[in-house]
Antibody, heavy 118, light 110 residues
Framework: QLQLQESGPGLGKPSETLSLTCTVSGGSITSSSYHWGWIRQPPGKGLEWIASIYYTGTTYYNPSLKSRVAISADASKNQFSLKLSSVTAADTAVYYC??????????WGQGTLVTVSS | QTVVTQEPSFSVSPGGTVTLTCGLTSGSVSTSYYPSWLQQTPGQAPRTLIYSTNSRSSGVPDRFSGSIRGNKAALTLTGAQADDESDYYCALYMGNGIWVFGGGTKVTVL
């Protein structure tokens, strides 16, 4: 059974870089045709796609966040990671990692709350 | 910038039917966007109900169905139950690796 688990600091300070990691079990991040992505949800608000990395290693970014975001993957650890720089209070959200697929639907981790505060 | 639109809220009676829609501020939603529908209850991660327009995820009751209606994707809930009270999000694949979510619809069963 596929499982995704987010990890990383739950608290960050303004202007710092936020780093999160998603550990995948029960499936390989090099499996054909899947995108591995990060989505966030500010408290009481909707979902926002941040970035994805395709199984080939190609990366894709939300244009509104592209200048501050980097996604990467470590196939040896079956993990993928997110870095979000210059964070502000507006980046406070639950951050989800997910396997995204056009033809198989998405599969989500449980999410991790990240609060940006001084 | 294209925005994905959803009704903010809907109310349905137990046993009733409701259809949620997912549109674009510019253009029409077609199967080429591989529309999917997610259900989220408070404090939980979203789970996929429908993917690729009308394919039901494993374990999803058949009272949920997906379709294209006119220029929008649609999620129909037939025979609503109390535990269907949730937020529902549509997701579209815009191509070139880009995914976009709608703002979500809050469904109340009463």
């Amino acid at each position: 059974q596929l499982q995704l688990q987010e990890s990383g600091p739950g608290l960050g300070k303004p202007s710092e870089t936020l780093s999160l990691t998603c550990t995948v079990s029960g499936g390989s991040i090099t499996s054909s045709s899947y995108h591995w992505g990060w989505i966030r949800q500010p408290p009481g608000k909707g979902l926002e796609w941040i970035a994805s990395i395709y199984y080939t290693g190609t990366t894709y970014y939300n244009p509104s966040l592209k200048s501050r975001v980097a996604i990467s993957a470590d196939a040896s650890k079956n993990q993928f990671s997110l870095k979000l720089s210059s964070v502000t209070a507006a980046d406070t959200a639950v951050y989800y990692c997910a396997r995204l697929s056009m033809t198989a639907g998405s599969y989500w981790g449980q999410g991790t709350l990240v609060t940006v505060s001084s | 910038q294209t925005v994905v639109t959803q009704e903010p809220s809907f109310s349905v009676s137990p046993g009733g039917t409701v259809t949620l829609t997912c549109g674009l501020t510019s253009g029409s939603v077609s199967t080429s966007y591989y529309p999917s529908w997610l259900q989220q209850t408070p404090g939980q991660a979203p789970r996929t109900l429908i993917y690729s327009t009308n394919s039901r995820s494993s374990g999803v009751p058949d009272r949920f169905s997906g379709s294209i209606r006119g220029n929008k994707a649609a999620l129909t809930l037939t025979g609503a139950q109390a535990d269907d009270e949730s937020d529902y999000y549509c997701a579209l694949y815009m191509g070139n690796g880009i995914w976009v979510f709608g703002g979500g619809t809050k469904v109340t069963v009463l």
